[in-house]
């Protein structure tokens, strides 16, 4: 199984600055890797799929890079309705695996 | 617009059967686009993908749950269904249908239903 490792657990910044989160695989995924955001009480939503496409409606703040193990989300410039919990997933084996998440909170 | 929406018992007795359903509409459970998913969140923990059934029938199940998780779907009334046996505290969770596009390999999940808590207590 590939563990998806998320850092940091939780992120404290204001909305204007720009968010970094990372997502370490366990072994090489092939760049098959995607970002969620879920809000209390929500379904997470697909931001970002294969690395650095963004998913239909998703804003150009929101941006992924990185490649084979190593992998980051990057929110330009937060707006207020971006602090919630961020997911990384995998598909490049099976199972499916997702990070534990990374809590963006407002400092 | 593809929509989801899950059902079933809020609460599960210890050793019994957790049974949800999840109902489909905006597109055909039949057209062969989509794994027909299920998630869990469990408290204090992350994502925990369960397994996809697809509209041939054939499923895959994650193997730390396979032994007490079955999958079935229902084409005529636009559902499928999620059956978890034995279960214990540890299976207390929100679960989550979804849909995801059908690549390889593996998927990611494009739509998915707002989600039931269950809760496994006596």
């Known amino acids: 199984e590939t563990v998806l490792t998320q850092s940091p657990a939780t992120l404290s910044l204001s909305p204007g600055e720009r968010a970094m989160f990372s997502c370490r695989a366990s072994q090489d995924i092939n760049n098959y890797l995607a970002w969620y955001q879920q809000k209390p009480g929500q379904a997470p939503r697909l931001l970002i799929y294969?690395?650095?496409n963004r998913a239909a409606g998703i804003p150009p703040r929101f941006g992924g890079s990185g490649s084979g193990t190593d992998f980051t989300l990057t929110i330009s410039s937060l707006e207020p309705e971006d602090f919630a919990v961020y997911y990384c997933q995998q598909r490049g084996s099976w199972p499916l695996t997702f990070g534990h998440g990374t809590r963006l909170e407002i400092k | 617009q593809v929509l989801l929406q899950e059902s079933g018992p809020g609460l599960v007795k210890p050793s019994q059967t957790l049974s949800l359903t999840c109902t489909v509409s905006g597109v055909s459970i039949n057209s062969g686009l989509y794994y027909w998913t299920w998630v869990r969140h469990v408290p204090g923990t992350g994502l925990e993908w369960i397994g996809y059934?697809?509209?041939?029938?054939?499923?895959r199940l994650n193997p730390s749950l396979r032994s007490r998780v079955s999958m079935s779907m229902a084409k005529s009334q636009s559902h499928f269904s999620l059956r978890l046996t034995s279960v214990t505290a540890a299976d207390t969770a929100v679960y989550f249908c979804a849909g995801g596009l059908v690549v390889t390999p593996g998927y990611y999940l494009h739509y998915w239903g707002q989600g039931a808590l269950v809760t496994v207590s006596s």
């Open positions: 059934i697809f509209y041939s029938g054939n499923s």
């Open positions: 294969d690395v650095s």
